[in-house]
């Protein structure tokens, strides 16, 4: 099984991903240069965090359009595993692999700092570790993570199960009080509808050890590395 | 030559909080009957293209394709001939 970060000009959560595959969880994993355009041989592809481009024009807007992301795109859809975190999930809503926008947060911070979000559906490839329902104590670092969608699609997004993640108190709790950044239904990580394109702003690959505070977003890892185990056993 | 202006602003409907916050200082400036401030962008394209009609249908492309999120923005533009 094979993991692979992909780097654009100013990623910069690209090194704590690689880490944490290859060291914490023990796969194998490799950097893709965005200017690559072969996936062959990769069965879970992570879109990491940072600055793509400097954020220029809108957060992930200049980075979609990277050769890689063809080639990402045409991977998503033969059923290849897919997850951005952060900047990444900004580059999959570009990309239109994911629905939605994400807006400057509601109180104009840039925020950096542990949250809470509560798992809502842990019937996907990178979740089902987890129980519905489960609590995740991890870090949030965004300045454009007030995620914007239509009445309309939300509810598509409901009826389908597509919201994974929402922030919420320690205790599970939904409430705007405990959402960092104004997005609509306090949603921090939702999934295409055939469930295996993640994108979450929260970040794992900074809470999957316990020097670190937490280790909840391990068994994300671990999630994606038993999904794709599966599949590999039944081919 | 044509300079293309291009406005971008959020939909309404969209929450616009740098357009609140602007808003918020101009009324603690003392500027009376500011009713509201929606923040945009404001980009200038210069382009060689002879044909109107053509240089129209390009800029949407180019607008529709990145430089526009039409989840969440709205744009118009003007076409100004320059030397």
Do not use: D
């Given at each position: 099984m094979k993991f692979g970060v992909v780097v654009f000009p100013g990623s910069n959560c690209d090194y704590d991903c690689y880490y944490v595959i290859k060291r914490v969880i023990g796969e194998s994993v490799d950097f893709i240069w965005h200017k690559s355009s072969n996936l062959k041989g990769y069965d879970c592809i992570v879109l990491p965090g940072g600055f793509s481009y400097g954020d220029y024009l809108r957060t992930g807007a200049i980075a979609r359009f990277s050769p890689i992301?063809?080639?990402?795109?045409?991977?998503?859809?033969?059923g290849g595993l897919v997850i951005g975190i952060c900047n990444g999930f900004q580059v999959l809503l570009e990309a239109g692999l994911l629905p939605g926008a994400m807006r400057k947060n509601r109180d104009l911070l840039f925020i950096c700092r542990y949250v809470y979000v509560r798992v809502e559906n842990s019937d996907t490839p990178f979740?089902?570790?987890f129980h519905k329902g489960q609590v995740l104590h991890i870090p949030v670092?965004?300045?454009?993570?007030?995620?914007y969608i239509d009445p309309q699609s939300l509810s598509r997004l409901k009826m389908n199960s597509q919201v994974v993640f929402r922030y919420c108190s320690k205790d599970g709790e939904v409430a705007d009080e405990f959402n960092p950044n104004g997005s609509v239904y306090a949603i921090a990580g939702i999934c295409n509808e055939r469930g295996n394109v993640l994108g979450m702003m929260p970040h794992p690959e900074r809470c999957s050890e316990s020097?670190?505070?937490s280790e909840d977003g391990k068994l994300i890892w671990q999630s994606?590395?038993?999904?794709?185990?599966?599949?590999?056993?039944?081919? | 030559m044509f300079k293309v202006k291009i406005y971008i602003s959020l939909k309404e409907g969209v929450a616009d909080?740098?357009?609140?916050?602007?808003k918020n200082a101009l009324d603690s400036l003392g500027y009376s009957g500011v009713e509201r401030v929606r923040y945009g962008k404001y980009l200038q394209v210069y382009l060689k293209n002879s044909d109107k009609k053509k240089l129209q249908k390009k800029i949407d492309d180019m607008c529709k394709k990145i430089l526009v999120?039409?989840?969440i923005e709205s744009?118009?533009?003007?076409?100004e001939e320059v030397k």
């Open positions: 992301m063809k080639e990402v795109i045409e991977f998503s859809k033969n979740t089902r570790l670092a965004h300045f454009e993570g007030n995620y020097i670190l505070g994606i590395v038993k999904s794709i185990n599966e599949r590999l056993a039944k081919e | 909080p740098q357009g609140i916050t602007i999120n039409p989840v744009y118009e533009y003007e076409i």
